[in-house]
């Protein structure tokens, strides 16, 4: 892989996978360099790449992976219990309370509230939208399993909102 390439994928992929890692680590800073492990872990490992998925799923396979190791590095404890990514003083930046009206940003926090398995795949095939194929690689998760998943997910998702006080205008 030329440098070229790297650079074509961070411009196209670069500000999507950000958002799916802030999502997951709700710390700017955190994300921005998970972002940038992830492209050199995909620069690293080209050779990996087998073109049986596209290269927007491998990055997103390696982005999940990266944040996984972040989470059993940082809280192992918590990792193996099932309990990552649960960081009770979360605080979204100024610029993100701003670009978000006050529905979508409750559509956020309660899907922070969700256990992982759950927020990734709701983060994936909706927010992200990906396939529920290109969802089954970057998890390595049959389909069957990313389907009931989201299913399960969905109704937690409304259950948190509804518990939220938000109306059916957004849950649609």
């Known amino acids: 892989m030329e440098q070229e390439e ?3 994928w961070f411009d196209e992929y670069g500000e999507s996978i950000l958002s799916y890692i802030l ?6 800073q955190q994300a921005e360099d998970l972002t940038q492990e992830t492209f050199i872990k995909a620069y690293r490992h080209q050779q990996q790449f ?3 998925s596209s290269v927007k799923t491998w990055l997103f396979s390696i982005a999940h992976n990266v944040t996984k190791d972040y989470f059993r590095k940082k809280h192992p404890l918590q990792y193996y219990l099932g309990l990552t990514m649960e960081e009770k003083d979360y605080k979204p ?8 009206n006050f529905q979508i940003e409750q559509l956020y926090r ?3 509230q969700l256990k992982p398995s ?17 969802t089954a690689l970057v998890l390595n998760w049959s389909e069957s399993k990313v389907k009931m998943t ?3 997910a969905l109704v937690e998702l409304k259950n948190e909102l509804i518990k939220r006080g938000i109306t059916n205008e957004l849950l649609g």
């Open 118 to 134: 759950y927020r990734h795949v709701i983060i994936l095939r909706k927010l992200k939208e990906f396939s529920t194929a290109e």
């Open 6 to 8: 790297l650079t074509k």
């Open 110 to 112: 309660a899907i922070q």
């Open 50 to 52: 087998e073109q049986k």
């Open 150 to 152: 989201l299913k399960r």
């Open 93 to 100: 930046i100024p610029e993100q309370i701003i670009a978000m």
């Open 23 to 28: 999502l997951m680590v709700r710390d700017y």
